[in-house]
């Protein structure tokens, strides 16, 4: 029996998400031994902290050990039971998982048997693998299949091993086929772990320690290996299954593909056009190659075993997999470059955060993705021994024995041959396949550039006016103002502000553009988004045109053509190219033109035949040898209609696709309707390759007043041009996706008020959850807009249509904010007025006329039994579970900031502090009646505080800038809010411009007046599902009193995101609406990406009762919550809190003016313009006004459904019905069936938050170490403490650092008060948030993260005497150590990984060594490299300075040079005479000596303390040979942060003595 | 749009007004134009809201934030475009509109409001300047007759807009000039009939049809309207005033304000009049503090009044506002007109007892103080008084349209307020394809309501005899 619950409503199991701990240990030599499995079990142990459990402690989310072929073992085992074996190698040992009904798992037998007899080999006999569910957790146990062993004998077809494994590939696919054919009611028992002759798979759904005493066979002494790969899983869903867990067949995986949807798509695609001379006539047999509702590895695994199968070697079908970025790479040699350029043809990349471990039982290595996202370390001893994983210190290896300790970089692979008995590393490995064929010779006569093709005139004649052409592709003027024209001026999107108010397009009265029915999807927790801007050399606009070659072609040697452009949205030249492209290339490409118009009279039912006929016309263009197919619009014209592109194309695509055709041809859309990135982004996420748009283009060059008047038109293509691709890859890296190619086809999009039907048909794979319109619809809104176009409307004679979209306009789109409904809500709240308040929530809750909401849709069902009002739950206990949005002082003004802040603790409910810190001065008691301005400086409309209010925000936000994030903070806050994503803007980072960064926000933010402050997308903490539990665990240790929340915005799939985000031991989760505001953002994220609540809302509650986590967790929703109505829908379909942003800003004065990114907000509350701030008129007492209001609104809905208690309403989904009176001719397809679905789970199972995390904090180091530094807490004496250290000792620090900020605020103690030497590896978080007064000295190594947040103290890292090692050239901390880090100094002897000092505001760090992407988005603080840096140094690196020891004199190269200057280091009796002298003391970010003077001194005085502190051999050397090394250092400037600095410096000059300055830097 | 900081940086600057002692010289209008850079200058304050409240603040919801921004970059003619897409006749709202838009203007907030009037007022003069205003004459015609009943800004708008729509449309006018209030109402010095002359030529030749003369009901047998046309829309105005039902009303010298102020038009447009009613060298007292009121004052004063004092019955409302509970809507605050600064003494809260006089002429108006609380009148005892009173004029507003004749006749049914029922989506009556709009539907109200009333009643009309309509509402 299966328990994991099937589809069900919004849950869908397929959505699950995992990454997790992987590890192998491998004996270089190949020598096998039983100690090899033990120590791969201990590895897994002590991965445990990287897995999770679920609603029951003992369920696992799975692990398991792939060993070799353990012939020793099986060979006496098989005797006794009568199987005799072959010679080792020439038989295969199947694992299988059988069905426990015994007709089910006979059939199975006799099916696998009968497969293994079919393909030419024979059965030796089964074998009962022992096992002992004792300890496992009782879900398993229900879900725990029979595990059989099958042992084949090699039959005479398979000469030779290799044939042998590959018809056992083959054979196992049909199994598997066949069992599905079966279709038993408990098939999905039915798994082949592994079925090789080299390689033997133990796993299940069990807790990591389990797996040794599960499978019996792993403790027999016989059983021996040479290698052992491990893999501990964290699912985000509680319902792991057995096979899910890793390791598959080849790999373990730690990470994310998250171009899944279109890898799967493309190996389907290729099934005709793929051909092997290995596989000849097998190849057939193994379709359906990847089976739908796998996890991404499950499918990756299945590539990578065709790749092999095919003839690839495994390391380089793992590059064919997971390319190193090499297309921006300019550092990379020539040949390995066109080794993958050749390759980059064959296939899409799969992409996404991956640390990779793959092995075919005679090699086993590694490989990581191309932008480092994960972390895997590996080590090396003197008896031969690797051990690799995903941290370091899961296996006591002697230190003496090491002889190397490294990591996998970004991109690079890692070989272990155990037959060669050696190791082969990334450089040897690609230089010999690199070698291995001419692949410049090839690409040179294989390659054509577009861009470098003759150019071809090309015009597109139209009998139609360019306004009627406009109006029939829906263009409104809005296009123009918000879209065309910014583009043209400036070659960036607009950017816009506040929230989505608009209805969804299913609901719009108005015909919408196909587009608007699709939403962005984005990466949240599971994997991050990525930097587009910062980390552009690992992107790639790169589109292939055309046919691709055969993937398993690999004995080719005459490479077909290729066609190649450097970005998809092609100019006319280039299409005149791409439609003269038979001559250009010789006959290698034929384009020919579809037109995809179709007769008018026709009307919207003849959309669906038309696209029928063009299937036809695509299949047999192909057939006939067309080669690139362009399917245009440009036909249309009053009698001639255009199918929409999107369908079009998609269409398409999919027909060729589903006909295996799909890689025979290219698809290049020639389209009017292109205009906004997020439709670019479309018609490539559904399969095309290149986009020609005219129509845009046309209007370029007719933009009028809308742009700037000295622009020519070629200048605004040109600039236009620019900003989609710009906007393109932050589309795709938003999802985390970095190259065109694997984008192409990846659908990463869910729609949302489109059918089924027509979704399946046309965008197959797509998400579609609440049903809506299907092709007639759709064709009908065509029509119409056809017919406005080409019509008489006099309104529309001369005009385009207002839009409407992105501001309120009359006769435009509708809003749910309009003059009306702000002005009553206004008017309520100044004269708290209940009246007015009712009018305000009619406005907004009656959507009979206009449809604007989802929830506007729903019916509340009242009780047969209402209770009188006086019965329900007081206002005054519901306005607690009310919270203020994260608006950041910076985004919102001091007085906008502290009145939100004084109303949510009159009410005892929240406010956020948003990104950006808060004021220390805010953490005072308010003990009598005063002025805000006697407590905070900064306030310009001063107003009245009382005895008892508090202007400390609650929630303190901790979001991907970290910036004043201090320790104190974080021990100030009753809530600490992980910002995973934001509505308006999910996936991206921010920007404050350094004019908005006065000197009050540097302060608070702890950076430099001036200097521009950059949020990164992602945290670089959390990459993936355990990462975030690592930040939760860090953030409750530092404050064991602050609940922990985690902010998602809705998409499909946030419910098992939420889940894994529970799993993780958040203690909150908000899932927030797409329609969220923004202070800024580009407009097609506020208007494109996510979904509203109520989708992600339904999907969470579902998903965590079915997984019964809910008890746990408080969901919050937030999103356009505007009245109790609101808050109703939200708390039946599943949420205990609320978050309110928009309207309390609306009762605090906002009149939507949506100009918050311009600074110019009239009402004073989103600007720090001082005299615009004066204007700011809100008071607490209106929004205490407020929310009262809403609660009564609520209690009055409670009395009518019965409710007496805020808790019975949670989660009541049966009170909701969809209205009855839905006629719109849209909005009446809804269904709303699966968001109203409610789990059917016992009844004890909670629906609402009612439990505690156990968070596991007892366990912390910290106990011990803040009960031995009691003295120094309590009386500031100084205490020398000593410990042992592990890597499961994590966050080492942190909840001792919590302990003296509580007591002594950010200020802390004098430096080194609490001594503390370690001794031994450090788990994941070392020191982070340490506190000024503590010293961690740690003798061995860190892992991930040390030093985060560090808050003042001073942490040193060297490795032990007795390890052999140089240190300077080996590992000694992990990845993204400092991140956030404030002040305090760090000293690491040996090379750090990547990003080191990510985003640090303050803090000195020494290290010998870094990886790539140092110094990102550092604001503050010094950074000494006393060795080699990794590529794309000082990335968004807007302050602080590096000084980079560059020996080799190539440090240039891997500098991001965007925001920085190279300087050399000035001598220092040049900078005295010039600047007069200086102290030398350093701490504090505002160092006025970078300025120069004092640059040497610094330097050395910090290389001094590196050699005190570590006893750094290098910093010997380069000490004592000072002369020799001083000019080989370069100091890295940031240009802003000079600037700043000197503006700065030259104000402290007129108010105080030079010398002074110095002092107090 | 517009500038990003222009509210910022530049002051509001209306268009200037003569002296009080030069303009009560005539009955001409008294704005001078501002140049075309101080207007674009006045254009770049606008802040093109996120939500224009101006836009809904306006009753014709005239696109009030991009004429702005295209004025701003003197790109007038498009200007002119986008303001009459929503505006049949801008000049004269922007003469005449007491501008609830620039009520609504986000700047009126915590500053003063764009001068969205005097653009208006400016974009309207230029294009009529330049000769930008063209008759839009229908492509084709429908062969469907409305006729519409009722000449002023409703009858107009309704007219203008079924004629372009391609229906033949007669405009029936009871006077002997098309316009209603707008001719006959609203003082020359307030706004010239030229402009109102000038639209019509536009009308004709997009084809409507002036039947002058024709009273509805009198002249013209109702019977024949319901006959002879496909659809009628009643736009005849709200002209049954209030009365002032107190001992004396009866004495010569006592007058409704329509009494007296047409003539004075008629008499600036060239007619000869026989005995015109006039305040010179007399005492005048203008009972009703409201717009009408305030024309009398001024007509009063141009004539040459020794006095004019002007009484209302309700309280003095306040002199500002409270914004934060106001904003965005139309403000209770005291309202000084133009004419009132050209010189009237004003009080409020005062109740005419009775009127006394000489030879059947009166000659005093006897007054009584009042106390307004919780929204009820009381006398206060003992201030009584009582003012000389040549003329009085009542200007107390209007209660529904005139019952007998054309309305009773067609047999209409009313509201409670005695208007012609019909709903602002279909405006249709209760009789059978005929319609009503404006101030005969909804009561005495502004202009820029009477046309907005008339534009939808068009796309009503419109709908009704086609089955849709393109004319936007």
Redesign the interface.
Known sequence: MNLAPVKQGLYDPAREHDACGVGFIAHIKGNKSHTIIAQGLQILNNLTHRGATGWDPLLGDGAGILIQTPDAFLRPVCREIGVSLSAPGSYGVGMVFLPRVPESRAACERVTEQMIAEEGQSVLGWRDVPTNNQGISQDAKLQEPIIRQIFVNRGDSCPDQDRFERKLFVIRKRIEHAVRALRLSDGKMFYIPSLSSRTLVYKGMLLAHQVGTYYLDLQDERLVSALALVHQRFSTNTFPTWELAHPFRMVAHNGEINTLRGNINWMAARRQAMQSALLGEDLEKLWPLIIEGQSDTACFDNALELLVAGGYSLAHAMMLLIPEAWAGNPLMDERRRAFYEYQAALMEPWDGPAAVAFTDGRQIGATLDRNGLRPARYLITDDDLVVMASEMGVLDVPQNKIVKKWRLQPGKTFLIDLEAGRIIDDAELKEQLSAAKHYRAWINQSKLALEELPAQEYHIESKASLLDRQQAFGYTQEDL?FILAPMAAVGEEAVGS?GNDSPLAVLSDRPKPLYQYFKQMFAQVTNPPIDSIREESVMSLVTFIGPRPNLLGIEVTEPGARLEAKQPVLSAEDMGKILHIAELSDGAFRSCTLSICYPAAQGATGMETALEILYHKAEKAVRDGCNILVLSDRDIAPDSIAIPALLATSAVHHHLVRKGLRTSTGLVIETGSAREVHQYALLAGYGAEAIHPYLAYETLAHLG?FAPKDLGYKEAVKRYTKAINKGLLKVMSKMGISTYQSYCGAQIFEAVGLNTAFVQKYFTGTASQVEGIGILEVAEETVRTHKLAF?????FR??LD?GGEY?????GEE?M????S??KL??AA??NNSRTYREYAKLINEQSKHLMTLRGLFEIKESSNPIPIEEVEPAKEIVKRFSTGAMSLGSISQEAHTTLAIAMNRIKGKSNTGEGGEDPQRYREIRADGMLADYVQSVLVDIPVKAGDSLRSAIKQVASGRFGVTTEYLVNADQLQIKIAQGAKPGEGGQLPGHKVSAYIAQVRHTVPGVGLISPPPHHDIYSIEDIAQLIHDLKNVNPGASVSVKLVSEVGVGTVAAGVCKAKSDYVTIAGHDGGTGASPWSSIKHAGTPWELGLAETQQTLVLNRLRGRITVQADGQMKTGRDVVVGALLGADEFGFSTAPLVVE?C?????CH?N?C??GVATQ?P??RK?F?GQPEHVVNYFFFVAEEVREYMARMGFRTFNEMIGRSDMLDTKKAVDHWKAKGLDFTKIFHRPDVPAEVARYHCEKQNHGLEKALDHKLIAEAKAALEHRQPVAIESPIRNTNRVVGAMLSGEVAKRFGHQGLPDDTIYIKLKGTAGQSFGAFLARGITLELVGEGNDYVGKGLSGGRLMIYPPADCPIVPEHNIIVGNVVLYGAISGESYFRGVAGERFAVRNSGAIAVVEGVGDHGCEYMTGGTVVILGYTGRNFAAGMSGGVAFVLDEEGDFERRCNLAMVELEAVPEEAQAMEELGGGSLESHGRVNVKQLGQSDERLLRVLIQKHLHYTGSQRAKEILEHWQKYLPKFVKVMPTEYRRALKEMAAAQEQAHPKVEIAQHG | MGKVTGFMEIARHDLPALPVEERVRSFREFYLPLSDAEMAKQGARCMDCGIPFCQTGCPINNIIPDWNDLVYRQNWREALDVLHSTNNFPEFTGRICPAPCEAACTLNINDDPVTIKSIEHTIIDKGWEMGWVLPQIPARKTGKRVAVVGSGPAGMACSQQLARAGHDVVLFEKNDRIGGLLRYGIPDFKMEKHHIDRRMAQMRSEGVEFRVNQHVGVDFPVKKLLEEFDAAVLTGGSEHPRELPVPGRELRGIHFAMEFLPLQNQVNAGDKITGQITAKDKHVVVIGGGDTGSDCIGTSIRQGAITVTNFELLPQPPLEENKPLTWPDWPMKLRTSSSHEEGCYRDFSIATRRFSGVKGHVTTLHAVRLEWKDGKMQEIPGTEFEIKADLVLLAMGYLHPVHEGMLNQLGVEYDTRGNVKADTIRYQTSIPKVFSAGDMRRGQSLVVWAIREGRQAAHAVDDFLIGSSDLPR
């Open positions: 103002k506040m007043d019509g008489d409307h006099p309104l001369n005009a207002p501001a309120y306009r009359v006769r809003h904010w309009t003059p009306e702000i002005a206004q008017h100044r004269a004065g009149i939507m003016m949506r100009k311009l110019t009239p009402v313009d005299e615009l204007k008129t």
